[in-house]
């Protein structure tokens, strides 16, 4: 009869000091590219709120002036209404 090898994969328990080493500084570039992550999304979250304030301002400035856009285009009407040659257009006067 011929004897079997048996081929069962087997771990080395020892652990050389350059696979610590390596697993050290992976440990630290993961570590350390999560602390420049949370920065770059903190300076992401200051520049948005920045941004929204921003346009925040810009939306109540075009309020207000589309308030008075409409304020004079009434007060022109009323002159329009009251003095018939004011209407340049139609008269063709200058």
Same mark, same amino acid.
């Given at each position: 009869?011929i ?8 771990? +080395?328990? &020892?652990?050389? #000091? $350059?696979? *610590?080493?390596?697993? %050290? ?10 602390? +420049?992550? &949370?920065?770059? #999304? $903190?300076? *992401?979250?200051?520049? %948005?709120t ?14 207000? #002036?589309?308030?008075?856009s ?25």
């Open positions: 009869m004897k079997k090898e048996k081929k069962n994969w087997y771990f +080395n328990k &020892q652990i050389d #000091l $350059s696979v *610590l080493v390596q697993i %050290i500084f992976l440990a630290v570039l993961i570590v350390g590219s999560w602390v +420049n992550l &949370q920065k770059q #999304l $903190s300076s *992401l979250q200051h520049d %948005i920045n941004l929204l304030e921003t346009q925040r301002q810009f939306q109540q400035r075009i309020e207000e #002036l589309n308030k008075a409409i304020c004079y285009e009434y007060r022109l009407r009323a002159i329009e209404k009251k003095i018939p040659e004011a209407d340049i257009g139609k008269n063709g006067k200058m």
